[in-house]
């Protein structure tokens, strides 16, 4: 079965709106264009578990997960622990997209099973190599 990046759905955490919009355009430029953003920790949990008891933010179950470890209300790492304890997220292809080079951070996203850890700024040809779907290319 060939899969199409137009069909791969993404959820993008991240607060900071110039390497949102910075994520948005190198993913469109590869044909990514279902993109969902959480801006904190505690959004995107709400948004991957599904237990917003307001029912304001709508649930996803997106094929990649692209993660900033620096956010507000609930760090990454934090995100990232609580994604790999859930059954319904625990296998989900993470990639982390942080400004962070620090080993101790790379060491436990390694442990918890991460695709990529990407220093930001997130380019295609970082993107690419990765290889995730490639009977879509």
């Known amino acids: 079965m060939t899969v199409r990046l137009s069909d791969i759905s993404v959820l993008l955490i991240e607060d900071n709106c110039d390497d ?22 505690q959004e995107a949990l709400l948004m991957l578990h599904g237990d917003d008891p307001n029912g304001i933010r709508k649930s996803c179950s997106p094929d990649i997960i692209i993660l900033d470890l620096r956010l507000p209300k609930i760090d990454g790492l934090e995100v990232l622990k609580q994604i790999r304890q859930v059954d319904r997220t ?3 292809t993470v990639i982390i997209l942080t400004s962070s080079e620090d080993p101790d951070d790379k060491e436990v996203c390694r442990k918890l099973g991460v695709t990529a850890f990407f220093v930001k700024p997130l380019s295609k040809e970082a993107l690419m190599k990765l290889n995730l779907f490639p009977a879509a290319l």
Do not use: F, P, Q, Y
């Not at 044909?31 to 953003?37: A, E, L, Q």
């Open 20 to 41: 949102e919009w910075l994520a948005r355009w190198v993913m469109k430029k590869i044909g990514i264009t279902d993109v969902t953003i959480a801006h904190d920790g």
């Open 90 to 92: 625990k296998n989900s």
